[in-house]
């Protein structure tokens, strides 16, 4: 599928890379405590493990008080109650943001997607204009979702949470479709903007930093998709007191930024750290890989003191930067995304090999396999934070065993 856009991505990520830190030893399996303070606010009566979605709670969102309480004990089982599909079917659509689109996913009904081909994205319009005529073929370029266009949403259900998603440097909005669908289907609405500022188009562009920066699209996609009159239906859909921010690499660092908002009551940081930044006291959720090489989870680690409770991070043995994209799957019945720009005869720097040995390299756990446990930590998190589980289900040292032989370290505070 896609061919030479995402070697240009690797390289641009690799660029701009923090530096430091050797990654934690894949092998680590053991756990910290399973201690985590629920929400203070008084969320809806739904069972914890339940596979019903978020119902609507009649508080606000809710505030913490940084104690740590003990959760109720927990059956291996919950440790991956969400990692499968939600109730729910996936509808997506595309609204714009002035000059820049954001496209959002949301829950749908069940059985209306019956007869429709998934929703695509084409990878083309993220290129250059100059260099988008280049690739003829759709064939690499193209690929589908788990979601549909045009679906209705749920006649009885709702209002549903909101999900802010921030994309990582030459990135782009639908990076991590494997996880912002996953959501929908579990009754979150998922928004994400492209940052025009240091999405993929900039980086190939040279005008990375350039325009809007990345909290004020989040920012300006939270007033878009509760705006009445520029969607009623899906601004109906949407519970504005209940919001989180979700984010990778780069976009993990503007989810800790956006999260001082008060309209923000979670945030999310997938491979990427709180250093140098003040994180607010509010239920946290940090996920690294001990084989990422760009947001090492030592790093993540040395940053975690800091930040305020209830905070919870994992940190999953032998997942890489990619694994947290759509990315390393993609090619891989031919020698990967590497060899098939190495065959069209794209030059690839030296930076660029090593990134991609590094990011989906066969020693290294796969990408796929990774994405139920991704999906399972930030659907339990977000179902918690927000309040649809009195208790954070399946999160503590019940994950090790649930998981295994995927190593799992947690820690919490």
């Given at each position: 599928?896609?061919?030479?856009?995402?070697?240009?991505?690797?390289?641009?990520?690799?660029?701009?890379?923090?530096?430091?830190?050797?990654?934690?030893?894949?092998?680590?399996?053991?756990?910290?405590?399973?201690?985590?303070a629920p929400p203070s606010s008084a969320?809806?009566?739904?069972?914890?493990?339940?596979?019903?979605?978020?119902?609507?709670?009649?508080?606000?969102?809710?505030?913490?008080?940084?104690?740590?309480?003990?959760?109720?004990?927990?059956?291996?089982?919950?440790?991956?109650?969400?990692?499968?599909?939600?109730?729910?079917?996936?509808?997506?659509?595309?609204?714009?943001?002035?000059?820049?689109?954001?496209?959002?996913?949301?829950?749908?009904?069940?059985?209306?997607?019956?007869?429709?081909?998934?929703?695509?994205?084409?990878?083309?319009?993220?290129?250059?204009?100059?260099?988008?005529?280049?690739?003829?073929?759709?064939?690499?370029?193209?690929?589908?979702?788990?979601?549909?266009?045009?679906?209705?949403?749920?006649?009885?259900?709702?209002?549903?949470?909101?999900?802010?998603?921030?994309?990582?440097?030459?990135?782009?909005?639908?990076?991590?479709?494997?996880?912002?669908?996953?959501?929908?289907?579990?009754?979150?609405?998922?928004?994400?903007?492209?940052?025009?500022?240091?999405?993929?188009?900039?980086?190939?562009?040279?005008?990375?930093?350039?325009?809007?920066?990345?909290?004020?699209?989040?920012?300006?996609?939270?007033?878009?998709?509760?705006?009445?009159?520029?969607?009623?239906?899906?601004?109906?859909?949407?519970?504005?007191?209940?919001?989180?921010?979700?984010?990778?690499?780069?976009?993990?660092?503007?989810?800790?930024k956006l999260a001082a908002d008060p309209?923000?009551?979670?945030?999310?940081?997938?491979?990427?750290?709180?250093?140098?930044?003040?994180?607010?006291?509010?239920?946290?959720?940090?996920?690294?890989?001990?084989?990422?090489?760009?947001?090492?989870?030592?790093?993540?680690?040395?940053?975690?003191?800091?930040?305020?409770?209830?905070?919870?991070?994992?940190?999953?043995?032998?997942?890489?930067?990619?694994?947290?994209?759509?990315?390393?799957?993609?090619?891989?019945?031919r020698g990967g995304m590497l060899a098939?720009?190495?065959?069209?005869?794209?030059?690839?720097?030296?930076?660029?090999?090593?990134?991609?040995?590094?990011?989906?390299?066969?020693?290294?756990?796969?990408?796929?396999?990774?994405?139920?446990?991704?999906?399972?930590?930030?659907?339990?998190?977000?179902?918690?934070?927000?309040?649809?589980?009195?208790?954070?289900?399946?999160?503590?040292?019940?994950?090790?065993?649930?998981?295994?032989?995927?190593?799992?370290?947690?820690?919490?505070?």
């Amino acid at each position: 599928m896609r061919r030479l856009v995402p070697l240009v991505l690797l390289a641009a990520v690799g660029a701009a890379a923090c530096a430091g830190g050797s990654s934690t030893t894949a092998g680590t399996a053991a756990t910290g405590s399973s201690s985590a303070a629920p929400p203070s606010s008084a969320g809806p009566t739904t069972t914890a493990g339940s596979s019903t979605s978020d119902t609507p709670s009649s508080s606000a969102a809710p505030t913490t008080s940084g104690s740590v309480t003990t959760s109720p004990s927990v059956t291996v089982d919950a440790a991956r109650r969400y990692s499968g599909p939600g109730p729910y079917e996936v509808g997506v659509l595309e609204l714009t943001m002035g000059d820049r689109p954001v496209t959002v996913w949301y829950p749908a009904q069940a059985g209306s997607s019956a007869g429709k081909a998934k929703a695509t994205f084409d990878m083309r319009t993220l290129l250059p204009a100059a260099e988008r005529s280049k690739v003829t073929s759709p064939d690499g370029a193209v690929f589908a979702m788990d979601a549909y266009e045009g679906l209705p949403t749920p006649n009885d259900d709702g209002p549903f949470p909101l999900v802010l998603f921030s994309h990582g440097i030459s990135g782009y909005r639908t990076q991590s479709s494997f996880l912002t669908t996953h959501l929908a289907s579990w009754g979150f609405v998922v928004a994400a903007p492209e940052h025009l500022s240091r999405d993929l188009t900039a980086v190939l562009s040279g005008t990375v930093g350039q325009g809007q920066d990345d909290v004020a699209d989040l920012r300006q996609s939270l007033a878009v998709v509760t705006d009445p009159a520029r969607d009623p239906v899906l601004a109906r859909v949407i519970d504005a007191r209940r919001v989180a921010v979700v984010g990778h690499s780069l976009g993990g660092s503007a989810a800790i930024k956006l999260a001082a908002d008060p309209s923000i009551a979670t945030y999310v940081a997938l491979a990427s750290g709180p250093t140098g930044l003040t994180p607010p006291p509010k239920p946290a959720l940090y996920v690294a890989g001990s084989a990422d090489v760009i947001a090492p989870a030592e790093r993540v680690a040395q940053g975690f003191p800091a930040v305020p409770a209830p905070k919870r991070l994992v940190v999953i043995g032998g997942a890489t930067h990619l694994s947290f994209m759509d990315y390393c799957p993609i090619g891989r019945d031919r020698g990967g995304m590497l060899a098939i720009a190495k065959a069209d005869g794209v030059s690839v720097p030296d930076l660029v090999t090593k990134l991609v040995a590094d990011g989906c390299d066969a020693k290294f756990l796969r990408a796929e396999d990774a994405w139920p446990l991704i999906d399972e930590l930030v659907t339990a998190h977000l179902r918690w934070a927000l309040g649809a589980d009195p208790a954070p289900v399946g999160l503590g040292d019940e994950l090790a065993a649930a998981w295994a032989p995927i190593p799992v370290t947690v820690t919490t505070g």
